[in-house]
């Protein structure tokens, strides 16, 4: 009885296979697409298993090869890194419903740190010509994290949002300007405290005072 049934399940899980095609590895994915993450930050896990449908599998994570979470209906699993301890080696596993059948993933390796990260600002030129301009650049330290979308003030006002992976923006008004990298759902946002003054007689000086955050 026993091995009829085991051979039962051997067939029909054979004539599935053969059904959906060739089946591809497990993928294991994560958002954002960084490496480097922070405490406070949430990271996304997304499990795919290539084959049949989403929601033919429970899904778990692991951790350094531990159960880190308890399998799911869900493939996407939404953590936040709450000290530098949750860094480490993570792994999706997926458990077929209809059959006693299992998927592993690649590994995915994040370092989780401390530190607040800084948004800094760099510029194009030291002088500003009357009636021309200067590129103000804003980028993330510490620089092995990604995945950031930038947004930019003057004198407290919101100026521009820019794209993932591109900083810039050109400036002709005279002002006080400062930028903030974020990321992620829930949004988590750099430091801001640096600071440019910008105006029309050519002077370009750093401040280092803080801000208050427009979070």
Not at 80 to 104: F, H, I, L, P, V
Not at 124 to 144: A, F, H, K, Y
Request: hydrophobic content about 25%; glycine content about 10%; overall charge negative.
């Amino acid at each position: 009885m026993g091995a009829t049934l085991l051979c039962e399940l051997g067939l029909f899980l054979l004539c599935t296979l053969l059904s959906t095609g060739h089946t591809e590895d497990a993928v294991l994915t994560i958002e954002p697409n960084s490496f480097s993450f922070f405490i406070g930050e949430s990271v996304t896990f997304i499990c795919d298993m290539n084959e049949g449908e989403d929601t033919d599998w429970y899904y778990k994570i692991t951790k350094d090869g531990q159960k880190f979470t308890p399998y799911s209906t869900h493939k996407d699993s939404t953590l936040q890194m709450t000290y530098t301890g949750d860094g480490g080696e993570y792994q999706c596993s997926g458990s077929w419903k209809r059959a006693y059948y299992t998927k592993n993933s690649n590994t995915v390796s994040i370092t989780v740190l401390a530190d607040q990260p800084k948004a800094q600002i760099t510029s194009d030129m030291r002088d500003i010509p009357v009636g021309g301009s200067v590129t103000l650049t804003c980028s993330v330290n510490p620089s092995s994290s990604s995945g950031w979308k930038y947004c930019w003030y003057r004198d407290n006002t919101t100026v521009d949002v820019v794209s993932p992976s591109n900083g810039r923006i050109s400036v002709s008004q005279e002002g006080l300007y400062r930028c903030r990298g974020g990321r992620g759902n829930p949004g988590y946002y750099t430091e801001d405290r640096q600071q440019v003054h910008v105006n029309t007689t050519g002077e370009f000086i750093f401040s280092s005072r803080n801000t208050k955050s427009d979070r």
